[in-house]
Nanobody, 111 residues
Framework: QVQLVESGGGLVQPGGSLRLSCAAS????????MYWYRQAPGKQRELVAA???????NYADSVKGRFTISRADARNTMFLQMNSLKPEDTAVYYC?????WGQGTQVTVSS
């Protein structure tokens, strides 16, 4: 059974930074493309960033230049470094791989 557990969310002021982590159990981490999604209240879940096993990355236009996705395979952990945060980044952020989803971590950007 695969489990994905996010952490690192919280309340931050506009312009601030947060680093999200996704710890993966099971054997998928080294073979699966990993994703960060987010869902704001009243909106559909949207893709934020993705990283392949080889380290190729892809970002939503709205976060390019501000967010960085990375992975530490030896630790079965994926990260999302979020800088220059804006109020519109407020959402629940989810880790996803294959058919598995984490429980989400809340990010709130507000003064």
């Amino acid at each position: 059974q695969v489990q994905l557990v996010e952490s690192g969310g919280g309340l931050v002021q506009p312009g601030g930074s947060l680093r999200l982590s996704c710890a993966a159990s099971g054997s998928i981490f080294s073979i699966a493309t990993m994703y960060w999604y987010r869902q704001a209240p009243g909106k559909q879940r949207e893709l934020v960033a993705a990283i392949t096993p080889s380290g190729r990355t892809n970002y939503a236009d709205s976060v390019k230049g501000r967010f960085t996705i990375s992975r530490a395979d030896a630790r079965n952990t994926m990260f999302l470094q979020m800088n220059s945060l804006k109020p519109e980044d407020t959402a629940v952020y989810y880790c996803h791989a294959m058919t598995y989803w984490g429980q989400g971590t809340q990010v709130t950007v507000s003064s």
